[in-house]
């Protein structure tokens, strides 16, 4: 069975264990999950192969306690926190890069993947929303192996103030909308973002609409991108093929 890290920018245990049940749902029976917190300065941030090791993949998942501006000041101690989650992100999404391992970022790790790249995060009103919105998925998304068996257009969960705003050097967009503009990227081969939140059913609050096609989104990662990341990080690193 595949393992898969999912790393959490969450500070309340009823938001940390929301979140893994969620990705547990959304896995399902087609990986085991680990976790760790982006909070916890005792990890060895800067040895990422320590972190990812024995690992197919690594998920980024959102968070509804930190943003990159958020309409707040840049001295808010929540924007200085974003930002040392990102350098300590880096690391992780910089190892996984150059060894091609498949990484998924969903809404704050989404942007953290953006904003590695030159994606500007702002907080843009007009694309802030909470609820299901229609995503349609473009041309080079219809010939990508994780969008191209999903619907032209479909319905997907959203939860954020702040937006990708530009398109983040060496990406490709597979998927938008009139309400989200880089609603799901693709890097190189194997690392995929998304601005919605695939894991979740149902939001709080917003439009409301079934969101069944999306919801397949993170169990179709683990069986068409992180399946074929079958080296153990510990041989790949020891130089094994």
Request: net charge neutral.
């Given at each position: 069975?595949?393992?898969?890290?999912?790393?959490?920018?969450?500070?309340?245990?009823?938001?940390?264990?929301?979140?893994?049940?969620?990705?547990?749902?959304?896995?399902?029976?087609?990986?085991?999950?680990?976790?760790?917190?982006?909070?916890?300065?005792?990890?060895?941030?800067?040895?990422?192969?320590k972190?990812?090791?024995?690992?197919?993949?690594?998920?980024?998942?959102?968070?509804?306690?930190?943003?990159?501006?958020?309409?707040?000041?840049d001295?808010?101690?929540v924007?200085?926190?974003?930002?040392?989650?990102?350098?300590?992100?880096?690391?992780?999404?910089?190892y996984?890069m150059?060894?091609?391992?498949?990484?998924?970022?969903?809404?704050?790790?989404?942007?953290?993947?953006?904003?590695?790249?030159?994606?500007?995060?702002?907080?843009?009103?007009?694309?802030?929303?909470?609820?299901?919105?229609?995503v349609?998925?473009?041309?080079?998304?219809?010939?990508?192996?994780?969008?191209?068996?999903l619907?032209?257009?479909?319905?997907?969960?959203?939860?954020?103030?702040?937006?990708?705003?530009?398109?983040?050097?060496?990406?490709t967009?597979?998927?938008?909308?009139?309400?989200?503009r880089?609603?799901?990227?693709?890097?190189?081969?194997?690392?995929?973002?998304?601005q919605?939140?695939?894991?979740?059913?149902?939001?709080?609050?917003?439009?409301?609409?079934?969101?069944?096609?999306?919801?397949?989104i993170?169990?179709?990662?683990?069986?068409?991108?992180?399946?074929t990341?079958?080296?153990?990080?510990?041989?790949?690193?020891?130089?094994?093929?």
């Amino acid at each position: 069975m595949q393992k898969i890290l999912l790393v959490q920018s969450r500070t309340t245990e009823e938001g940390i264990e929301r979140e893994r049940n969620n990705f547990k749902r959304a896995v399902g029976d087609s990986a085991e999950l680990g976790f760790l917190s982006a909070l916890d300065e005792h990890l060895a941030w800067t040895t990422p192969e320590k972190l990812l090791e024995g690992y197919n993949g690594v998920i980024f998942g959102g968070s509804s306690d930190f943003d990159f501006h958020g309409g707040r000041p840049d001295s808010d101690p929540v924007r200085l926190m974003s930002m040392m989650i990102l350098s300590r992100a880096k690391n992780i999404v910089s190892y996984a890069m150059t060894h091609d391992i498949p990484t998924l970022g969903v809404c704050f790790g989404h942007q953290i993947i953006g904003q590695m790249h030159g994606g500007m995060v702002t907080n843009d009103r007009e694309q802030s929303k909470m609820g299901a919105y229609e995503v349609a998925v473009t041309e080079e998304g219809k010939r990508d192996p994780l969008f191209s068996v999903l619907p032209e257009k479909f319905f997907a969960q959203y939860a954020h103030k702040d937006s990708v705003t530009n398109m983040p050097e060496g990406a490709t967009l597979l998927a938008t909308g009139p309400a989200c503009r880089f609603s799901a990227l693709r890097y190189g081969r194997r690392i995929y973002t998304v601005q919605f939140h695939p894991e979740v059913l149902k939001m709080s609050r917003g439009p409301e609409h079934e969101t069944p096609e999306s919801s397949r989104i993170v169990s179709l990662w683990v069986k068409r991108i992180a399946v074929t990341h079958s080296i153990p990080l510990t041989a790949r690193a020891e130089g094994v093929a």
